[in-house]
């Protein structure tokens, strides 16, 4: 059961890192909520979340959802010495 907890709590992880990343590239709460809803207990979902060999499914998707958290952060920037420094922040997510 180890293993389906720690799955669990990795893929609520990614639906709210997912729900942050949407509220700040939209402004809008509900909507973000939703599709947050939506990724979370989307059927296609549950053997990544269920099975210990689907476990690299759940980490990519968290992964991804970070750099796309860190990205959305960058774009927010507008020096572009800022942007070349975030970017090399971000490479040892890469």
């Not at 893929?11 to 709460?29: C, G, S, W």
């Not at 207990?41 to 992964?63: C, M, N, Q, T, Y």
Request: overall charge positive; hydrophobic content about 60%.
């Amino acid at each position: 059961m180890g293993h389906h907890l720690s799955n669990v709590l990795l893929h609520a992880a990614t639906a709210i890192v997912l729900f942050l990343v949407l509220r700040r590239m939209t402004d809008e709460f509900w909507p973000s909520a939703f599709l947050a809803a939506v990724f979370a207990i989307h059927p296609l979902r549950v053997e990544s979340v269920a099975w210990v060999a689907e476990r690299k499914d759940v980490l990519s998707g968290l992964f991804f959802m970070l750099i796309l958290a860190r990205t959305s952060a960058m774009s927010a920037t507008r020096s572009r010495s800022s942007a070349i420094w975030q970017w090399w922040r971000c490479l040892p997510w890469a």
